[in-house]
């Protein structure tokens, strides 16, 4: 993620539902997207992702590098042919919902469920900005409503790193001191805070988990971890410690983590998509991203590589923030879906391809 110096939320407008359904893949004509995010309610598709006009309100083209400059959206899509085609149903979500401020500047990443009532249950990562240099602390958030978006917010974030830094800290997570938190140049000698992307999985003895973005030394990515809990009309995020991935020392950060099961071997298997950035001067041609997959017996691990090769996914250059179709798989294939990066090149930065196929072997 480039960073950016200023941010011009009245200079962008967020297009109305486009009326054709998209085949296969998602190539929006008036929007970049990206990450992803989905349900399936009565076998209806609900896919998410992070979305921002393709063009300022006054018609300046807006480039993949200039993304921080705006405030983004959470965009929805329907499928009721699995994956065949997708209807475009709008924005859901935008920033500025929580009154403490921990989303003021931005949205980003996280995902959806269906709770035993009928709800919907969204995390998402709220942006506050602190300074003009701290423009990316990062807040972890949850919220209900239906599949049309959430509609009761908290008054404040669950988890947010300057609140919470000591407690965070004793968890066992890395936080630098209090006034580098979220800053433009990142942390330490590493990139920018992670504490983002919360994903919120319901084990089979129903305890919600949720599972986000995360570091535990400037440059050693992490999965946090976190047992939900409903208190009163809202859900709490319990922390628990970091999940440790084996190849860690092969990338910095590891985002948008995403958990399914295993029904043949009752395994669950997690996805992250790494990224292996240093610092935040480093240009992006010298970045490498993938997709990840690990197994486990347990859904805190230790988790081990899928593949004899490693945990990298061969065969799906360019994609980014994916997530498993399902929450359960069988005889050893998951469907994912996921966007293109800025790197794909042509007219598919920044969206959808369509539902891959993997074999596990």
Request: hydrophobic fraction near 35%.
């Given at each position: 993620?480039?960073?950016?110096?200023?941010?011009?939320?009245?200079?962008?407008?967020?297009?109305?539902?486009?009326?054709?359904?998209?085949?296969?893949?998602?190539?929006?004509?008036?929007?970049?997207?990206?990450?992803?995010?989905?349900?399936?309610?009565?076998?209806?598709?609900?896919?998410?992702?992070?979305?921002?006009?393709?063009?300022?309100?006054?018609?300046?083209?807006?480039?993949?590098?200039?993304?921080?400059?705006?405030?983004?959206?959470?965009?929805?899509?329907?499928?009721?042919?699995?994956?065949?085609?997708?209807?475009?149903?709008?924005?859901?979500?935008?920033?500025?919902?929580?009154?403490?401020?921990?989303?003021?500047?931005?949205?980003?990443?996280?995902?959806?469920?269906?709770?035993?009532?009928?709800?919907?249950?969204?995390?998402?990562?709220?942006?506050?900005?602190?300074?003009?240099?701290?423009?990316?602390?990062?807040?972890?958030?949850?919220?209900?409503?239906?599949?049309?978006?959430?509609?009761?917010?908290?008054?404040?974030?669950?988890?947010?790193?300057?609140?919470?830094?000591?407690?965070?800290?004793?968890?066992?997570?890395?936080?630098?001191?209090?006034?580098?938190?979220?800053?433009?140049?990142?942390?330490?000698?590493?990139?920018?805070?992670?504490?983002?992307?919360?994903?919120?999985?319901?084990?089979?003895?129903?305890?919600?988990?949720?599972?986000?973005?995360?570091?535990?030394?400037?440059?050693?990515?992490?999965?946090?971890?976190?047992?939900?809990?409903?208190?009163?009309?809202?859900?709490?995020?319990?922390?628990?410690?970091?999940?440790?991935?084996?190849?860690?020392?092969?990338?910095?950060?590891?985002?948008?983590?995403?958990?399914?099961?295993?029904?043949?071997?009752?395994?669950?298997?997690?996805?992250?998509?790494?990224?292996?950035?240093?610092?935040?001067?480093?240009?992006?041609?010298?970045?490498?991203?993938?997709?990840?997959?690990?197994?486990?017996?347990?859904?805190?691990?230790?988790?081990?590589?899928?593949?004899?090769?490693?945990?990298?996914?061969?065969?799906?250059?360019?994609?980014?923030?994916?997530?498993?179709?399902?929450?359960?798989?069988?005889?050893?294939?998951?469907?994912?879906?996921?966007?293109?990066?800025g790197k794909i090149g042509?007219?598919?930065?920044?969206?959808?391809?369509?539902?891959?196929?993997i074999h596990l072997g």
């Amino acid at each position: 993620m480039t960073m950016a110096t200023k941010i011009l939320p009245n200079l962008v407008n967020t297009p109305e539902p486009y009326p054709e359904k998209f085949v296969g893949e998602i190539v929006h004509p008036g929007l970049w997207l990206w990450d992803s995010w989905i349900v399936r309610v009565d076998g209806t598709l609900h896919l998410y992702c992070l979305g921002l006009a393709r063009v300022t309100s006054v018609g300046a083209p807006i480039t993949v590098f200039e993304f921080n400059d705006y405030p983004f959206h959470f965009r929805h899509f329907v499928s009721d042919d699995n994956g065949k085609t997708w209807q475009d149903h709008g924005a859901v979500l935008h920033p500025r919902n929580l009154s403490d401020g921990s989303d003021n500047g931005n949205v980003w990443s996280g995902s959806v469920h269906q709770l035993a009532s009928g709800e919907v249950l969204f995390g998402y990562t709220g942006i506050e900005h602190k300074s003009p240099t701290r423009r990316f602390v990062q807040t972890i958030n949850f919220a209900v409503g239906g599949v049309d978006g959430p509609t009761a917010f908290p008054s404040e974030s669950q988890s947010h790193p300057v609140r919470d830094r000591e407690t965070i800290i004793q968890a066992g997570y890395y936080l630098p001191e209090e006034g580098r938190i979220g800053h433009n140049d990142g942390e330490g000698d590493g990139p920018i805070l992670a504490w983002r992307d919360p994903f919120i999985y319901e084990a089979h003895d129903g305890v919600l988990h949720a599972f986000w973005s995360a570091k535990v030394e400037p440059r050693i990515p992490a999965v946090a971890h976190a047992i939900l809990e409903k208190e009163g009309n809202q859900w709490v995020a319990k922390l628990q410690a970091p999940i440790r991935l084996p190849d860690e020392n092969e990338y910095t950060q590891a985002e948008v983590p995403k958990l399914c099961v295993d029904k043949d071997t009752g395994d669950y298997l997690l996805m992250i998509s790494s990224c292996n950035r240093l610092h935040e001067q480093q240009p992006d041609g010298e970045i490498t991203k993938g997709l990840r997959l690990y197994r486990s017996k347990t859904i805190t691990g230790p988790w081990k590589s899928v593949f004899g090769h490693g945990s990298l996914i061969h065969g799906l250059d360019h994609l980014f923030g994916a997530s498993f179709v399902d929450r359960e798989i069988s005889e050893k294939t998951a469907k994912l879906i996921a966007p293109y990066t800025g790197k794909i090149g042509g007219d598919r930065p920044m969206t959808f391809a369509p539902i891959q196929t993997i074999h596990l072997g």
